[in-house]
């Protein structure tokens, strides 16, 4: 079952349990995906990728609104901004440990040949690709410099 597919029978249950929460971060999931496949030269399909980095930019969103919030003694606001995160979070892949991700870049890194901090772009576009919703991004360069420093 496709993404959209998902999101919509998401949606129909949602609204059937009287969910309302839930429900606005179902239908702000299906805009972003509507609004990719809209966009001049998507076609009228995103691939399985697209979707996924989509996911990952909604998920960081509300991960950093809601520290933001945190650390304005907003609880109420980063309570809700969690919630939606906690929705988004079933549609993206499980997250890596940072032991599997250290083990994973490290293969890369003997792939490529990578030596110093100067093959830094190339390791990080091969481990960025084959780790996309995997692990977070700030995880994956913090263990690529850690390794090649």
């Given at each position: 079952?496709?993404l959209?597919?998902?999101?919509?029978?998401?949606?129909?249950?949602?609204m059937?349990?009287?969910?309302?929460?839930?429900?606005?971060?179902l239908?702000?999931?299906?805009?972003?995906?509507?609004l990719?496949?809209?966009?001049?030269?998507?076609?009228?399909?995103i691939?399985?990728?697209?979707?996924?980095?989509?996911?990952?930019k909604?998920?960081?969103?509300?991960?950093?609104?809601?520290?933001?919030?945190?650390?304005?003694?907003r609880?109420?606001?980063?309570?809700?901004e969690?919630?939606?995160?906690?929705?988004i979070?079933?549609?993206?892949?499980?997250?890596?440990?940072?032991?599997?991700?250290?083990?994973?870049?490290?293969?890369?890194?003997?792939?490529?040949?990578?030596?110093?901090?100067?093959?830094?772009?190339?390791?990080?576009?091969?481990?960025?690709?084959?780790?996309?919703?995997?692990a977070d991004?700030?995880l994956?360069?913090?263990?690529?410099k850690?390794?090649?420093?």
């Amino acid at each position: 079952m496709s993404l959209k597919a998902q999101i919509d029978a998401d949606i129909k249950a949602a609204m059937l349990a009287k969910q309302k929460d839930e429900l606005l971060v179902l239908r702000s999931i299906k805009s972003m995906l509507l609004l990719a496949s809209t966009e001049k030269g998507a076609g009228d399909e995103i691939s399985g990728e697209q979707e996924m980095k989509i996911l990952v930019k909604a998920a960081k969103q509300r991960k950093e609104s809601a520290d933001v919030y945190t650390s304005n003694s907003r609880d109420d606001l980063a309570a809700k901004e969690l919630m939606e995160l906690a929705v988004i979070n079933r549609y993206l892949p499980k997250q890596m440990s940072e032991e599997h991700v250290k083990a994973e870049i490290e293969k890369i890194v003997a792939q490529t040949g990578a030596a110093s901090m100067k093959d830094m772009g190339k390791v990080m576009g091969m481990a960025n690709k084959a780790l996309a919703g995997k692990a977070d991004g700030k995880l994956i360069a913090t263990i690529v410099k850690s390794l090649l420093s």
